[in-house]
T-cell receptor, first 115, second 116 residues
Framework: NAGVTQTPKFQVLKTGQSMTLQCAQD?????MSWYRQDPGMGLRLIHY???????DQGEVPNGYNVSRSTTEDFPLRLLSAAPSQTSVYFC??????????????FGPGTRLLVL | AQSVTQLGSHVSVSEGALVLLRCNYS??????LFWYVQYPNQGLQLLLK??????LVKGINGFEAEFKKSETSFHLTKPSAHMSDAAEYFC??????????????FGPGTSLSVIP
C-alpha cells in the first residue's frame, strides 16, 4: 500500500513551458484534490474531484487543468508556466460519501520552480 | 465562502509548557473541522478531527481540540510541549457545497517552535 504518490519530486521550468504533475493513490478513494503551498498563505485548493469524470475548481484554478479518467489518478496540468506558479504542490485523497468528513491523505509534494 | 483564520503565524513555547494554537472559522452551519501537522519537507498528516458528537476531540501525540460553536473556534492544545512537536500546524474546515461539491479549506498555518 503506497498511499498517495507524486511525481516528480522537483522540477524546474522556463516561463511558457507546460508540464503535468502526476498523482496516484491506491486506497480506492473517491475524493482527490490538488493544493499549492506558499509561505504565509497555507494550502490553497486548486482543483478537486469527487470521482472519475467529476472535477471542480477550487480557490486558485487559473493556469491549471485537471482530469479524472480513473479512480487512481488525478494529474495536474500547467498549460503555460509562469513565475507566479513557483510553489510546492500537494495532492491529497480521502473517502467521500457525499460529504468530506474523513481524513485526507497527502502525498510528499512536488517542488516547482518557474524561471 | 468559508474562511479559516489562525491567530499567530509563529508560536514559541518552552519544552514542557502548554501549547495553544488558535483557529477560527466562518460558517453558519455546523462544520467538519480538522487539524493537520506538517513536519519539515514532508506532506501533511491528520492530528485530529471533529465531525459530530463530543466537542472535545483527542488526537495523536497528546493533542486535543475543542469545538466551540458559539465562538466559531477549534483551538488546538497540548498540556506539555515536546521538542518533537516543532512543526507547522494547519486548521482546516469542510466547506459544504450549495452549488458545488464539498471542499476542504485550510488556514494559513502556525509554525510552532519548542525551546529547550
Amino acid at each position: 500500500n503506497a498511499g498517495v504518490t507524486q511525481t516528480p519530486k522537483f522540477q524546474v521550468l522556463k516561463t511558457g513551458q507546460s508540464m503535468t504533475l502526476q498523482c496516484a493513490q491506491d486506497m480506492n478513494h473517491e475524493y482527490m484534490s490538488w493544493y499549492r503551498q506558499d509561505p504565509g498563505m497555507g494550502l490553497r485548493l486548486i482543483h478537486y474531484s469527487v470521482g472519475a469524470g467529476i472535477t471542480d475548481q477550487g480557490e486558485v484554478p487559473n493556469g491549471y487543468n485537471v482530469s479524472r479518467s480513473t479512480t487512481e489518478d488525478f494529474p495536474l496540468r500547467l498549460l503555460s508556466a509562469a513565475p507566479s506558479q513557483t510553489s510546492v504542490y500537494f495532492c491529497a485523497s480521502s473517502y467521500y460519501a457525499g460529504v468530506i468528513q474523513e481524513t485526507q491523505y497527502f502525498g510528499p509534494g512536488t517542488r516547482l520552480l518557474v524561471l | 465562502a468559508q474562511s479559516v483564520t489562525q491567530l499567530g503565524s509563529h508560536v514559541s513555547v518552552s519544552e514542557g509548557a502548554l501549547v495553544l494554537l488558535r483557529c477560527n472559522y466562518s460558517s453558519s452551519v455546523p462544520p467538519y473541522l480538522f487539524w493537520y501537522v506538517q513536519y519539515p519537507n514532508q506532506g501533511l498528516q491528520l492530528l485530529l478531527k471533529y465531525t459530530t458528537g463530543a466537542t472535545l476531540v483527542k488526537g495523536i501525540n497528546g493533542f486535543e481540540a475543542e469545538f466551540k460553536k458559539s465562538e466559531t473556534s477549534f483551538h488546538l492544545t497540548k498540556p506539555s510541549a515536546h521538542m518533537s512537536d516543532a512543526a507547522e500546524y494547519f486548521c482546516a474546515v469542510t466547506e459544504v457545497g450549495r452549488t458545488s461539491y464539498d471542499k476542504v479549506i485550510f488556514g494559513p498555518g502556525t509554525s510552532l517552535s519548542v525551546i529547550p
